[in-house]
């Protein structure tokens, strides 16, 4: 109910930081934090015991990531906002994040104040971006091209035509005549370019983008 206080759920690997938000946070009568976690791994399984209104997400932890562990709390608690509080605000961490589920994306310079509007905001499923985030997601959405796949190499784009078709890196390796490792260096390359967590949602892009046919004759 909107009377009750919003339940917060902490989860970023220092101490300090969990120790500086609980203070922080509980000077304020509309909100209460519930609990703390120091890993994405242990902040799912409190928030499969607690349900809190609101996580606030570190996106660098060890055991799983915050993106990972955003996956996963949206899961297991759809009710369950997610305020990915960061000190990252690079591409490659913010697109993959608000893909995993995260409401809202903000930066551990904020302001105290700006923190908990935003925390408020999420009670009522509204998101709130720290400016250089917005920027970014809207320089995303209103650039023009004809093919998220324009983003790749020629080698790229082989690689990921070959995972699209179930290939392993070392069948990758052995057919396009490069090292293995290459083939790694190629599928980071393509996944961070593409903004996608792993090679399944690789190969159903490369589908969409008929990079390769729907279904590929068997060789």
Not at 29 to 42: F, K, L, Q, T
Not at 64 to 73: C, E, L, P
Not at 135 to 160: A, C, K, N, W, Y
Request: hydrophobic residues 45%.
């Amino acid at each position: 109910m909107a009377d009750e206080p919003i339940r917060v759920l902490l989860v970023d690997d220092h101490a300090v930081v969990r120790r500086g938000l609980r203070t922080f946070l509980e000077t304020y009568e509309d909100i209460e934090v519930v609990g703390e976690a120091a890993s994405g791994a242990e902040g799912i399984a409190l928030v499969q015991r607690l349900l809190p209104d609101v996580v606030l997400m570190d996106l660098v932890m060890p055991e799983m990531d915050g993106i990972a562990a955003t996956r996963a709390v949206r899961a297991a608690s759809p009710a369950t906002q997610v305020i990915v509080l960061t000190s990252y605000s690079e591409d490659e961490r913010i697109f993959p994040a608000i893909k995993a589920g995260a409401l809202s994306y903000l930066l551990k310079d904020v302001g105290p104040e700006e923190l908990v509007r935003a925390i408020r905001a999420a009670r009522r499923g509204e998101a709130t971006l720290h400016p250089a985030v917005a920027t970014r997601l809207m320089r995303e959405l209103t650039q023009t091209r004809t093919s998220p796949l324009d983003e790749l190499t020629e080698r790229e784009r082989e690689v990921l035509a070959c995972i699209a078709r179930g290939m392993s890196n070392a069948e990758i390796a052995r057919h396009l005549v490069i090292g293995e490792r290459t083939v790694k260096t190629h599928v980071s390359n393509i996944l961070s370019k593409l903004h996608l967590q792993d090679r399944t949602q690789a190969a159903l892009l490369a589908v969409r983008e008929r990079l390769v046919p729907l279904d590929p004759p068997q060789s």
